[in-house]
């Protein structure tokens, strides 16, 4: 009779490893699936951030190319000319 409890014992531990591995494969399973789903996430929102940038960037360089052509010398020239003003070029400072 106590051969027969020892192996009870070993079957009911067995058991319990085969269970406890069983559960430890589907937390890592689960866990992988979700850092998976979280990082494509997060790759979506950078995809999204990085076109949100090109596009602030490409507002800039018109901005830019606006002001430039906004403050060319013809312009200015032009307006002054409209206006009664004389261009005095002894006159202009530059500060850098």
């Not at 009779?1 to 937390?27: D, G, P």
């Not at 076109?51 to 052509?69: F, G, H, P, T, Y």
């Amino acid at each position: 009779m106590k051969k027969s409890k020892k192996k009870q014992f070993l079957c009911n531990f067995e058991r319990a490893t085969y269970k406890l591995c069983i559960v430890i494969i589907f937390l890592l399973i689960v866990g992988i699936v979700f850092g998976k789903t979280k990082l494509a996430q997060i790759n979506l929102e950078v995809q999204k951030l990085t076109k949100e940038v090109d596009n602030k960037k490409n507002v800039n360089e018109s901005l830019e190319m606006k002001i430039d052509e906004m403050t060319s010398l013809d312009r200015i020239k032009k307006i002054s000319e409209e206006y009664g003003l004389a261009y005095n070029n002894e006159n202009i400072k530059t500060i850098n």
